[in-house]
C-alpha cells in the first residue's frame, strides 16, 4: 500500500517564476493538506483541499494556490517566488472524518529560490 | 492563537541514553500528537496522546492536559532516534478545524 507521494523532491527555481507541486495522497485517504516548513522550524499549515475544494486556509498570501482532483490528487502552485519561499513542502492525506489523528505525511518537496 | 514551544533545542546523546523530551502548549487543547522527522524529511507519527500515558517500545509519552504540557520519553536512544521531534496540537476552534500547530522540535543527534 502506498504511502503519500510527493513529486519532484528537489527544485531549484529563480526568484518571480512560478513553481507547481505534486502530491499523490495514501490509497483510500480523500483529503489532501499542505504544509510550509522552513529551515529548522516546524511546518506551518498552508491549506487542506477536500472534494476538490479549499476547505480551510492558513496565513499564506494568494500567491500559494492549489487544486485537487477527482482521484484525489493535489498541486500547490505558487507565483513570484520569493527568496523567503525556499522551504520543505510537505503533503499530508487523510480521511475527512479522522481529522489530523489520521494524517501520513510524504517526504516532501526541497524547493530553493534563488 | 495558540502556542507550542519545546524543550530542549537540541540534545546530544550517546547510544544506551535515555532522555525526556518537553512540550509546552499555551491553551487547552483536545489532541496532540508526537512526530519524528526522518533525514528524508518525512514525519512519523509516533504517538496521539492527548491526554495520559502511552508506551510504544523504547518509546513513551505522557500529557498532563490540565498543566498543559506533554513529554516524550526516549529509553535505551539508538543512531536510527536521531533527527527532529515534534508536538503539535490542533489548531483553532470547534470540530471544523483540521490543522496541526506544530511546535519548534527538538533536534536529537544520537553517537555511536
Known amino acids: 500500500d502506498a504511502g503519500v507521494t510527493q513529486s519532484p523532491t528537489h527544485l531549484i527555481k529563480t526568484r518571480g517564476q512560478q513553481v507547481t507541486l505534486r502530491c499523490s495522497p495514501k490509497s483510500g485517504h480523500d483529503t489532501v493538506s499542505w504544509y510550509q516548513q522552513a529551515l529548522g522550524q516546524g511546518p506551518q499549515f498552508i491549506f487542506q483541499?477536500?472534494?476538490?475544494?479549499?476547505?480551510q486556509r492558513g496565513n499564506f498570501p494568494d500567491r500559494f494556490s492549489g487544486h485537487q482532483f477527482p482521484n484525489y490528487s493535489s498541486e500547490l502552485n505558487v507565483n513570484a517566488l520569493l527568496l523567503g519561499d525556499s522551504a520543505l513542502y510537505l503533503c499530508?492525506?487523510?480521511?475527512?472524518?479522522?481529522?489530523?489523528?489520521?494524517?501520513?505525511f510524504g517526504s516532501g518537496t526541497r524547493l530553493t529560490v534563488v | 492563537g495558540i502556542q507550542v514551544e519545546q524543550s530542549p533545542p537540541d540534545l546530544i546523546l550517546q547510544e544506551g541514553a535515555n532522555s525526556t523530551l518537553r512540550c509546552n502548549f499555551s491553551d487547552s487543547v483536545n489532541n496532540l500528537q508526537w512526530f519524528h522527522q526522518n533525514p528524508w524529511g518525512q514525519l512519523i507519527n509516533l504517538f496521539y496522546?492527548?491526554?495520559g500515558t502511552k508506551q510504544n517500545g523504547r518509546l513513551s509519552a505522557t500529557t498532563v492536559a490540565t498543566e498543559r504540557y506533554s513529554l516524550l520519553y526516549i529509553s535505551s536512544s539508538q543512531t536510527t532516534d536521531s533527527g527532529v521531534y515534534f508536538c503539535?496540537?490542533?489548531?483553532?476552534?470547534?470540530?471544523?478545524?483540521?490543522?496541526?500547530?506544530f511546535g519548534t522540535g527538538t533536534l536529537l543527534a544520537v553517537q555511536p
Open positions: 503539535a496540537v490542533r489548531g483553532g476552534q470547534g470540530g471544523a478545524t483540521n490543522k496541526l500547530i
Open positions: 483541499y477536500y472534494e476538490e475544494e479549499e476547505r
Open positions: 499530508a492525506s487523510s480521511l475527512l472524518g479522522q481529522g489530523v489523528r489520521g494524517y501520513t
Open positions: 496522546i492527548p491526554s
